[in-house]
């Protein structure tokens, strides 16, 4: 079963950029669909970006569009996603997460729910300061 790392987090001020990493274990990283959520505290955890396991498909939450960009590198075994612009807001613990589809579901399958995804890392904490 694949395992997840993510690193990259740090503080910024707004405006700036951070890019946060994902990096996987085990050799069925391909058959994985990808998610990127964030939890805020008090805040229940939310969407931010899902990239399907053909990596042709991609979706975001409407108040990351525009400003950060989800990728995988096949042969890293990774997942990044490029944070532009960010605002005080994006503050949030960020994981990673990580859901092994059937093969009937196609190659541009994606979820957005947390409930999808039975794999998640421990997360990384992105602040940005006004």
């Known amino acids: 079963q694949v395992q997840l790392v993510e690193s990259g987090g740090g503080s910024v001020q707004a405006g700036g950029s951070l890019r946060l990493s994902c990096a996987a274990s085990?050799?069925?990283?391909?058959?994985?669909?990808l998610g990127w959520f964030r939890q805020a505290p008090g805040k229940e955890r939310e969407f931010v970006a899902a990239?399907?396991?053909?990596?042709?498909?991609?979706s975001y939450a409407d108040s990351v569009k525009g400003r950060f960009t989800i990728s995988r590198e096949y042969t890293k075994n990774s997942a990044y996603l490029q944070m532009n612009s960010l605002k005080p807001e994006d503050t949030a613990v960020y994981y990673c997460?990580?859901?092994?589809?059937?093969?009937?579901?196609?190659?541009?399958?994606?979820?957005?729910?947390?409930?999808?995804?039975?794999?998640w890392g421990q997360g990384t904490q992105v602040t940005v300061s006004s």
């Open positions: 997460a990580a859901d092994q589809i059937p093969a009937h579901y196609g190659d541009s399958y994606y979820s957005k729910t947390p409930s999808s995804y039975h794999i």
């Open positions: 085990g050799r069925t990283f391909s058959r994985y669909v």
């Open positions: 990239i399907s396991r053909s990596g042709g498909t991609t």
